[in-house]
Antibody, heavy 118, light 109 residues
């Protein structure tokens, strides 16, 4: 059974960089034919897709976040990561990692709340 | 939201309910639709993918359909454990990204 777990700081200061990692168990990223995604959820914007990445490192981004977001994959650690720079209060959200890409995503991790505040 | 869902729906145990998701030619009409269930305090999980396919483990009480620029999620034999928020999603060719509906809160009366 595939499981995903997000990790990273729960509090980030405005203008700094948000960094999150998703650790995958039950599926090997190096041999996988799946895409891997980041999605966030906030009361203001609901569910918002951020980016997805394939095992070969090819990434696709939400155009509205592309200038600030970076997704990467480390198959040796069975992890993939998200970096979002120049954060503001509008980036406060629950961040989820999930298996899947442009067609559907599942399963999802439990999510991690990231608050942007000084 | 790019995809429009009713904010709420309700039904009594055993009833059949449907939740709609309205989009456009740039998303639903030419791309597949997926549905997600978010139980209170948990992450969304996929219920339906590729318009009408159920992942293993999802009860066959849940079904999906698509016609033109709209999609629907149907739940038969409604149970109290079905109380959740339901989201639709699709790819949008104009926005070049995945889009979600605003979510429908289902209440089992």
């Amino acid at each position: 059974q595939v499981q995903l777990q997000e990790s990273g700081p729960g509090l980030v200061k405005p203008s700094q960089t948000l960094s999150l990692t998703c650790t995958v168990s039950g599926d090997s990223l190096s041999g996988s034919t799946h895409y891997w995604s980041w999605v966030r959820q906030s009361p203001r914007k609901g569910l918002e897709w951020i980016a997805y990445i394939y095992t070969n490192g090819r990434a696709t981004y939400n155009p509205s976040l592309k200038s600030r977001a970076s997704i990467s994959i480390d198959t040796s650690q069975n992890q993939f990561s998200l970096r979002l720079n120049s954060v503001t209060a509008a980036d406060t959200a629950i961040y989820y990692c999930a298996r899947g890409g442009y067609t559907y995503t599942g399963p999802w991790g439990q999510g991690t709340l990231v608050t942007v505040s000084s | 939201s790019v995809l429009t869902q009713p904010p709420s729906a309700s039904g009594t145990p055993g009833q059949w309910v449907t939740i709609s998701c309205s989009g456009s030619r740039s998303n639903i009409e030419f791309n597949s639709v997926s549905w997600y269930q978010q139980l209170p305090g948990t992450a969304p999980q996929v219920l339906i993918y590729s318009n009408d396919q159920r992942p293993s483990g999802v009860p066959d009480r849940f079904s999906g359909s698509k016609s033109g620029t709209s999609a629907s999620l149907a739940i038969s034999g409604l149970q109290s454990e079905d109380e959740a928020v339901y989201y639709c999603a699709s790819w949008d060719d104009s926005l070049n990204g995945r889009v979600f509906g605003g979510g429908t809160t289902l209440t089992v009366l």
